[in-house]
Structure formats: structure tokens, C-alpha cells
């Protein structure tokens, strides 16, 4: 059994090549050039899902981005996605696809039961029955709804796949590459202007490629061929198929994805699977054509009820009969076309319309067609469960309140036809208040928002020779506003066929004693009688209908929804749809896959990595890395089988016993130059710097306007008018923007040039006893003494050729010097240094090993300075200022930061010297309290103390400064520890600070 | 994504700036007395308008300049946008 569906010949695909696929694990076959659907429905396979409610079964509506049923779960190259509809989704070999939302399989779905309980299901369902009682969520309700609802399983795998983002700059992006799209990109490339016409099908040419019409003595098809095959070959020009204009940002930013690989079987070796590009267009023209709006009747949510259009689609493109015992079922003349189409392919369709007694060229040909028309005629309900078996129609009155007697008549699918709605997302999504146009019962697009123009269907045009008109002159008009050409075109002669009035009817009466339900929303499952129940509980915003019923609420953004709901409460409520309103637009106007968003930032990529120029030689020595903010710092280098512990302990111990040198290439360095250096530096930093001399380091503290610490470091005076800052690695973006900020805005008139040059210089820190002794080898001609350089001086020097600075600064708390030199130079002064180091015992310490010794040391870092402290707290209260101003002062007096028992930092030691304090833990009195324990602080920093070999933590206590001696509790309940613990002094190593200055 | 010209650069990226407040408000001067309520206004009381905005932005990944930028805080429409020291009529 193969494609008996299909026909002899005729349609776009390539028949030469057959390509097989498997659907629920069958295997089928179709052509190159098929859609998942085309070729499900060419074997007759019209039952891919459920429903996401009532687990009805469900098959094709559509025939592209506007379906709401044949969402299927893909299967290609080893991957899987969900949400793919069947209708876009394109054939190639060895696809593999399987329905969704149903359970255990499509053809016995336990949850179709919810279809039989329909009564228990109407309008807010969720937030009625869910509710109660309060202990069936976890157990009973939400188990369930997670079992039988759904549309796919998102993949747990790491996607393989490379998503690309592009910035694209043009004068015209055109969306949509039917009549409207390829009249205006014409006109407005052979005028010069920069050109994007993106289209979101596999094939251009839009409604031209299904409409029996002639433009230029060409056949539409051909015509939309030779014009994108002359747009491809010019150069101003992008012409992009399979790519979606799914949203329309502020100042005419708009974002199309293209699916790039989708289509083939495995992605080419360097080539993304999908691209998403950030287009800034100076026009947008959107050229996004119409969707037909499907009508309304009992059980239309059927199998084989579908849009007439996408009949006609199925047959012309795809060469694919989607029944071969059709009933149309129309309002207007486009359901003519699709049965003119069954017609000529051997097909005997019937028509029942709506309308009185039409008359247009169409319905001429149709009849002499010898076609079966019933006039006044409905669909009361399609009958046939898995598919459409037949249709009960019946004649309706002339003011279409009163049907006739019902007969039922065979059929394999009923195409419909309820006019066209145009599709205005985008126009709306730039803030394009749109306006009804009563002549077509739909919305379109009002007064330009941004520089958006709206052609063709979009705008509610439906006629071929209006919309190419239109659109040439709009596509010559705007691109001449912007090349200055005017390149004049000749207008092509168009044939095309006039129809009739439409019938604003939509949807069937009910027949007496019939409680058939009539989908709205036919994805969300949303019938008429909903709608009914929530405007009759009150709903009135078509705001809060929609949430509450879910009415265009599912991932198709109700695009076969929205008009029909918006009618019927117009109906209901007795006002005009106008008056109702439509709900908004927002993008993406169909769902896009979270890897195209994310793009390249993934894993490593979702943040630069900068390397220190020592970074090589860490490696080669062992080092284990540790993000540091972007940076990567080792966090100790591991020798045999050390643990992490282990090492840091050794390498601590040999800063404070011999000498280690550490990596600080990262902390943040700004250079500072100018005459008003010193009075900037005065006006940041609390403490006073208008007396420091050249060549002399000083610690400074720098606060926000609100009084809290931001950020701390050493700056050192160069030379007269230049100073060199550091500040701590976290904070050094944000340090250089407040610089900029108060030397920009605030002081003028202060003359001072501040620039970043963390990158330019490379920097170790050599720390221990022994390292003036290492500094003597390393600068042979300076006086590097106690008194040539004593603590917080600074010397300029050589190091074996190369410029070298030298800080005499100490995080460690031992006596230590920071050596910087070009970055350039980095690596060669760390060997250097490594190398005549040896015969002092050096080695090369981590972040871990750093910590140990600030916190032993009481030196506060970013886990003090979080954001919540003030000086006080954090026992810098010593460098605040009397005698001047500075950022922030004026906030030191508020009542929380002078109250008595204001917090400060401390030391925390546990009683029995053993049990290491966790992070974050907080500090009470009594563990035995009933909860909620009243906190009094908490540790912000812990550690191993080398020099007294038991764990030492830092905390910030409330009254801290009068705790020193009290014994209280850490707890971490996440850790499920209470330790009893001594407060001592945060300084436990050295307190007074002797050895910095030995 | 907004499009701002920066007086400095040109038209430039929204993803190429820092947002920075409210331009209007003006840090009282140093070793000034002022009342606690002036204080309070200049470190933590802001509006939130609706509708025209003078607001600083500064261009972070460009010229790193403070500019002044007067926008609509609910269409994002930009009027004009001002170099730190521009006279505003
Ligand atoms: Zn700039």
C-alpha cells in the first residue's frame, strides 16, 4: 500500500526522488519535496494526535505555520524535538516523527475519557477543579495532567547542534514572498535599495503557487520564479526561504529564525541547524498574506475537516488528494477554487454555501464544471470519529437562525472556507493599533507605528491586481525615499477571476436536541459553549476570556482562533468586534526553539574566558582552575594525589613559613592621570590622599552614594599627576563606570583621565618570610631593604631587561611585594621568579591558599563587602575621613549604621577545634530555640587556619564588636549542623600587624 | 532593542549601553549642609514616569561617555539624546 493518495502527476515535488520515513513506527514513503503531513496524507494517514483537553483524536487543519493539530515529536540524527508541526516539518530521508499528547497510543488513548466527562471540563476548568481539595495537587492532579498533557518531550541530551546568531542592517526587510513581497522587493531592488525578503516555506511565491491566475502572460508560479531568480542574482539583495520574521521589536528591530538543516537528515559539517538573525531595517514592508478562517459546526475538530486552502495546497503543491469524496463547505468563493481543483483532477466534490443565490465568474466556472452547489445550505455536524465518514447538512433560513431537515450525506473530508482573516501579527507586535474593517470582518493594520507598511492580504486585500499594484508603487515609493532612484517598472498585466461577496455567516445553530460540540480554538480545545459560559459568569475583558477559557492561549497564538471568539462574543454580548477588541500580539509568532535564542552562548561560550599570560605555565604545573568572574585563576596546584584541602593547606604554609608567589594578574587596575588626580582619589576613596607622596602605596575603601562599601584596594602614586589603582577583580568594570559617572557628570571640572589597564599588566605576588631575599635575586641593583622600600612603598625597576613596577603590599598578612610587568612579559617573569626562588623554597599558591590567608588574617574581600556592609561592619571604620567630604558620607549617619549594636565583623572559632563551619551558616544563642530562630549573624568565610591547624571562619555578628568571648551555636540546617562555637577577634593571626612591616 | 545615537559614535545598539537613571537628578554638592530629606531625594527618590524621561545611559561597549537620552518610557521613542555637558532647551 503506497501513496494511493497521490496523484499520477502535478504538483512541486520531485518525484525522481522517493524518500522513506517512519510515523508511530510504520513505515511510509514520499517524494523530495514533501511536508511530513503531505506525505502522511498522501497514505491516507490523517490521525497524528490527540487533543490537548478531551484527548479527541485529531489530524491536519492546515497546511502550514497556522496548524494547530499535527504537532508531532521529531526524530533526526539521534536527537529529538518536540512541538514540530507535521504541516512545516520537510520529508527527508529516514525521518522519524511520532504523535504526542496521547497515551498509551494514538489509536487507544485513556485519556479520551476526558471527552466523555466533557460536562466536568468546560470553561475554567483548571482553576475550578483543580483546587481543591489542596492535598490532591501534588498526589492526584498534578500526576496526572503531567501524564495525559503535553506536547512532546523536550530532550535531556546536551544539544550537539550549533545555533548562529546574525546583525543584519538593510533599508527594506520584506516578510513574506508572495504577490505583495515579490511586487515590493522588485520594485525596491531595481531602485537600489538594500533588500531582505525572507520567507518562511521552503518555496516562494505564497498564494501564487495554489491561485489559477496569469500575470505577464505567465502562469503566477512562474512568474514569482523569475522574479526571485532575478532578485537572487542582484547584489543588494538577500533572498532568504525557510526563515520567519517572528518578531517585531522597538526602533525597527525585527527577528527572523531560519532553519537552516531542518530539512536535511543530519546538519553539513559546518553548518548551523538554525540562524537567528537581529535584522535593524529602516522599512519593514510586511507582505505576511492571510490565513482562512475556518467556519463553525458540530465536531469540526474532525479528521479530515480542514481549510480549503489547505486542500488546495495539498493538490497543487504537493500533487495530494486529501479526500477523494469531498464536501466543500463555504461562505465565500475560495472554497469554489478548491473544489474547481478536485474537479480538474478527476475528483467529484460537492459545494454547500451558505450564501442565498452568488453569482461571480468562479461560481460560473464551477457550474459548468458540472459541480454539485447547494445554496443556503450548512455542514450541521461532521459525523465519524477517527476520521470523517460523513456530514449532516441541512438548508438554513435566510437570516441563518432555522435549519431544515437534517440529511446525512458520504464524505472522506469536508473543506472549509470562512473567509480570510489577514495576518497582522507583526504590524500589531510594532504597536500598530489596528482597525476592523467591516468589509471583511477582520482586523488590519491602522496608522504606522514605526516605519512599517502593511500590502496586500496583510491589509485585507484580496484581490491580485490591487495587491501587485499596490505593492510595486510602495516598494518604488519607500526605496526612493532612501536611494534617491526612481527606477520606473512596467506594470504587468494580470488575469485573475472576480468573486463575490462574502457571507459574514460563521457558525451553524445547533439542531434542536443536539449537544454537538463546536470547536473555537481547536488546538486548546475550546468550543462555542465556553465562551458562552464565561461570558455568562461574568468574564467581559476579551483579555480575561481568553485566559480564562484558553482561547488562542496554545503555541499557534490562536491563529485559526481568534476572529471566530471574537465574533461570537460580539454576538453574545451585543456589540460590534470593534468594540470587543482584539487581544495583543506578541511575539514569536510561532514558537521558535530555545537553541536558536540562546545561539553560540552555550557552556563555555555563554561568557568570555580570559587567561592570565601565566596561564600556560599553571597548566603545565598542575593547576586546578576556578572561575573567578571571567576570569580563570588556579585554585591550587596538585601534587601526587592531594586533595583540595591538602594542597591549599601545604601551599598556605609555605607562604607563611618560606615563600610562595600567586597569580594576581586579575585583580582590576585602572590608571589615573591628571593635575586633580589626588582630589578625585580624595572625593572616592573615605580616607584622605592629598598628602600622599610619590612612590608610596595607601590602602583606600570607596562607597556607594548610599553609604555601603563598594569596593577597596591600594592605589599607588606614580609620579606626580598619575596613579596607579587596583581594585578587586569582581568589582573592576563596575569601579571604572563610577569613575567615568562622577568624572563625566558630576565633577567636570576636575581634570583627570581614568583607563582600565587590567589586561596591560602582569602580575605575581611573592609573600613570606623569605621574600626580600627572593626580591634581592630578582632586583640585584635596588635597595629592596627594610628602608629602600618599606611597607606601602613603591620602586620602579628591571627585572633581567624588562620594565618592572614593585608594590610593597601584603594580602597575605606576611611580608610580601607585588612585581608587575607588561603583560607581554608575564610569563617570563614568573619563571624567573620560580626559577631563583628555588633556593628559598617557593612555590607558586591558589585562590584557596589566598583565602586561607586573608581570612586568618581578618582582611576582608567580596564575601564581607557583599553589598549589605558598611565600613564599621567590616572594622574599616579607621580609614573614614573627619575633615572631609567623600561618595557617600552623608549617608554614615543614618539611624541603622550608628545604632549601638550595630554589626561587625569577628572571628569564629568551634569549641572543639575540629568541625569545620560551612559557609553561610547563620549564628544564634540558643540551638535549642524554637524556630524561627532568631539569627544574630552569619559566616562569610571559612577556613582551615595554618597557623594555629584548626578551622577559623569569619562572621558578621550583629553587636560584634561586645561578642569577643561569647560562646553561641552555628547552624546550617541545609547542611544539618550545629556546631558550638567561641567569638573571638577577626585579626587571629599577627593582630597587630607586625610581620607586613618586618 | 532600542537604536540610541550616541552624540559621541552615532546610531549604536541598544546591547552597547548601561542604563543610569534618571538624568534630572542633580548630587548635591560636596561639603554642602543639607537636610536629610534633600539627601534622601538625591540617593534613593525617584519617579516612575510614564511618558517623557531624561535619563542617563552610558556607552559602555563604544566611547564609555555618559550621554543624556530623553525617551518615552512607554512607546521607547527617543527624542533626542544629549553629550553630559549639552545644554537641554
Ligand atoms: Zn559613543
Known sequence: ?998 | MLHIKCPHCGMRSQNEFSYGGDASVKRPELNKEISDEEWDNFVYNRKSLRGKHLELWQHLYGCRQWIKVERDTSTHEIFNTYKADEEIS
Open chain 1, 1 to 998: 500500500m503506497s501513496q494511493k493518495f497521490r496523484l499520477e502527476n502535478g504538483g512541486l515535488i520531485n518525484r525522481d526522488k522517493k524518500l522513506s520515513f517512519k510515523f508511530n513506527g510504520k513505515i511510509y514513503y514520499g517524494y523530495e519535496g514533501d511536508t511530513l503531513a503531505s506525505a502522511l496524507i498522501a497514505n491516507g494517514v490523517h490521525l497524528v494526535g490527540r487533543s490537548f483537553k478531551y484527548h479527541r483524536p485529531r489530524g491536519f487543519f492546515g497546511a502550514g505555520v497556522d496548524e494547530p493539530y499535527a504537532i508531532v515529536q521529531l526524530y533526526r540524527n539521534n536527537e529529538t524535538e518536540p512541538n514540530i508541526k507535521a504541516t512545516e516539518q520537510e520529508l527527508f530521508e529516514g525521518l522519524e516523527a511520532k504523535s504526542v499528547n496521547c497515551w498509551p497510543s494514538v489509536n487507544f488513548d485513556i485519556g479520551a475519557i476526558n471527552n466523555f466527562l466533557k460536562i466536568f471540563l468546560p470553561a475554567g476548568f483548571y482553576y475550578k477543579t483543580f483546587m481543591w481539595p489542596k492535598s490532591f495537587w501534588y498526589r492526584v492532579y498534578e500526576p496526572f495532567i503531567r501524564k495525559a498533557a503535553g506536547l512532546g518531550v523536550a530532550s535531556t541530551k546536551h544539544d550537539k547542534e550549533r545555533y548562529e546568531h546574525k546583525y543584519e542592517y538593510c533599508d527594506l526587510l520584506i516578510a513574506g514572498s508572495g504577490p505583495s513581497g515579490l511586487a515590493s522587493a522588485y520594485a525596491a531592488a531595481k531602485n537600489g535599495a538594500r533588500v531582505i525578503l525572507a520567507e518562511d516555506k521552503p518555496r516562494f511565491g505564497g498564494s501564487l503557487l495554489t491561485s489559477d491566475v496569469n500575470i505577464g502572460n505567465q502562469s503566477g508560479e512562474d512568474w514569482a520564479k523569475s522574479i526571485i531568480s532575478e532578485l537572487k542574482e542582484m547584489p543588494n539583495v538577500v533572498v532568504k526561504n525557510r526563515s520567519q520574521v517572528f518578531g517585531y521589536y522597538d526602533h525597527n528591530m525585527l527577528v527572523m529564525s531560519e532553519k537552516v538543516s531542518d530539512h536535511l537528515p543530519k546538519t553539513k559539517k559546518h553548518h548551523p541547524k538554525q540562524r537567528l538573525w537581529y535584522i535593524r531595517a529602516k522599512e519593514v514592508l510586511i507582505s505576511s498574506g492571510s490565513i482562512e478562517r475556518p467556519l463553525v459546526f458540530g465536531n469540526n475538530d474532525t479528521p479530515g475537516v480542514m481549510l480549503s486552502s489547505a486542500a488546495k495546497e495539498y493538490l497543487k503543491v504537493y500533487g495530494v488528494l486529501v479526500g477523494k469524496n469531498p464536501l466543500v463547505f463555504t461562505n465565500n468563493d475560495s472554497g469554489y477554487e478548491t473544489a474547481i481543483e478536485f474537479k480538474k483532477n478527476g475528483i467529484n466534490p460537492i459545494i454547500l454555501d451558505s450564501r442565498i443565490n452568488p453569482q461571480s465568474e468562479i461560481i460560473d466556472e464551477a457550474i459548468n464544471l458540472g459541480i454539485k452547489i447547494k445554496f443556503s445550505y450548512v455542514v450541521v455536524a461532521a459525523q465519524g470519529y477517527k476520521k470523517v465518514s460523513s456530514a449532516d447538512i441541512a438548508k438554513i433560513s435566510d437570516d441563518k437562525k432555522q435549519l431544515g431537515t437534517i440529511e446525512n450525506i458520504k464524505c472522506d473530508c469536508i473543506c472549509v472556507s470562512g473567509f480570510w482573516t489577514p495576518t497582522i501579527h507583526l504590524a500589531s507586535q510594532s504597536g500598530n493599533k489596528t482597525k476592523f474593517k467591516d468589509a471583511i470582518d477582520a482586523f488590519v493594520p491602522g496608522t504606522s507605528k514605526q516605519n512599517e507598511t502593511t500590502l496586500g492580504a496583510a491589509n485585507g486585500i484580496f484581490t491580485l491586481e490591487e495587491t501587485l499594484k499596490d505593492s510595486f508603487m510602495a516598494g518604488q515609493h519607500i526605496s526612493k525615499k532612501i536611494t534617491k532612484n526612481d527606477n520606473k517598472i512596467s506594470f504587468p498585466n494580470v488575469v485573475e477571476k472576480k468573486s463575490s461577496q462574502h457571507d459574514k455567516f460563521w457558525c451553524v445553530p445547533l439542531p434542536k436536541g443536539k449537544n454537538y460540540k463546536r470547536f473555537l480554538d481547536f488546538q486548546n480545545d475550546v468550543a462555542v459553549s465556553d465562551i458562552e459560559i464565561a461570558l455568562k459568569e461574568g468574564y467581559r475583558s476579551i483579555e480575561h476570556v481568553k485566559r480564562y477559557t484558553t482561547l488562542g492561549m496554545a503555541t499557534d497564538q490562536g491563529k485559526t482562533s481568534n476572529l471566530n471568539g471574537l465574533q461570537l462574543v460580539s454576538e453574545i454580548e451585543n456589540k460590534v468586534v470593534p468594540a470587543v477588541g482584539h487581544t495583543t500580539f506578541r511575539p514569536p509568532y510561532t514558537p521558535i526553539s530555545i537553541g536558536a535564542i540562546v545561539g553560540r552562548e552555550v557552556g563555555k561560550h555563554s561568557k568570555p574566558t580570559r587567561k592570565s599570560p601565566m596561564h600556560s605555565w599553571h597548566e603545565k604545573n598542575n593547576a586546578v582552575f576556578v572561575d573567578a568572574g571571567v576570569w580563570l585563576r588556579p585554585r591550587y596546584y596538585k601534587q601526587g594525589s592531594e586533595t583540595l584541602f591538602e594542597a591549599s593547606k601545604r601551599e598556605a604554609k609555605n607562604v607563611r613559613t618560606n615563600v610562595g608567589i600567586c597569580d594576581v594578574t586579575t585583580l582590576g587596575k585602572i590608571d589615573i592621570k591628571g593635575p586633580d588626580a589626588a582630589e578625585l582619589l580624595n572625593r572616592v576613596y573615605t580616607n584622605a590622599w592629598l598628602k600622599l607622596p610619590v612612590g608610596k602605596a595607601r590602602y583606600g575603601v570607596m562607597l556607594r552614594e548610599d553609604g555601603i562599601v563598594m569596593d577597596d584596594g591600594t592605589t599607588t602614586r606614580i609620579s606626580e599627576n598619575h596613579y596607579h589603582m587596583t581594585t578587586t577583580t569582581a568589582q573592576a568594570a563596575n569601579v571604572l563606570s563610577h569613575l567615568e559617572y562622577y568624572l563625566q557628570l558630576v565633577w567636570p571640572e576636575l581634570n583627570v583621565n581614568v583607563v582600565s589597564t587590567t589586561e596591560q599588566w602582569a602580575g605575581a605576588a611573592i609573600a613570606g618570610p623569605k621574600s626580600r631575599k627572593l626580591l634581592e635575586k630578582l632586583f640585584p641593583n635596588n635597595d629592596v631593604s627594610n628602608e629602600g622600600l618599606p611597607f606601602m612603598g613603591y620602586m620602579e625597576s628591571d627585572l633581567f631587561g624588562v620594565k618592572a613596577r614593585i608594590f610593597r603590599i601584603s594580602f597575605s598578612g606576611e611580608l610580601a611585594y607585588e612585581v608587575n610587568v607588561e603583560s607581554n612579559n608575564g610569563h617570563f617573569m614568573w619563571e624567573k621568579i620560580i626559577e631563583l626562588g628555588q633556593e628559598f623554597q617557593v612555590q607558586p599558591y591558589g585562590t584557596e591558599a589566598l583565602s586561607t590567608l586573608r581570612i586568618e588574617m581578618g582582611h576582608v574581600a567580596g564575601s564581607e563587602l557583599d553589598g549589605r556592609t558598611i565600613s564599621y561592619d567590616t572594622s574599616l571604620e579607621g580609614l573614614i575621613s573627619k575633615n572631609k567630604d567623600f561618595i557617600g558620607k552623608r549617608s554614615l549617619n543614618r539611624e541603622a549604621f550608628t545604632s549601638s549594636d550595630r554589626q561587625k565583623i569577628v572571628g569564629v572559632v568551634p569549641l572543639d577545634k575540629k568541625t569545620s563551619i560551612p559557609e553561610g551558616s547563620h549564628l544564634v544563642k540558643d540551638a535549642q530555640a524554637p524556630l524561627p530562630n532568631k539569627k544574630l549573624g552569619h559566616i562569610s568565610a571559612s577556613c582551615w587556619s595554618v597557623e594555629h591547624d584548626n578551622p577559623f571562619s569569619l562572621a558578621i555578628l550583629k553587636d560584634g564588636k561586645n561578642m569577643i568571648g561569647e560562646k553561641l551555636f552555628v547552624m546550617s540546617p541545609l547542611k544539618n549542623k550545629v556546631i558550638p562555637v567561641e567569638i573571638v577577634s577577626s585579626h587571629y593571626v599577627d593582630p597587630k600587624g607586625e610581620r607586613v612591616r618586618s
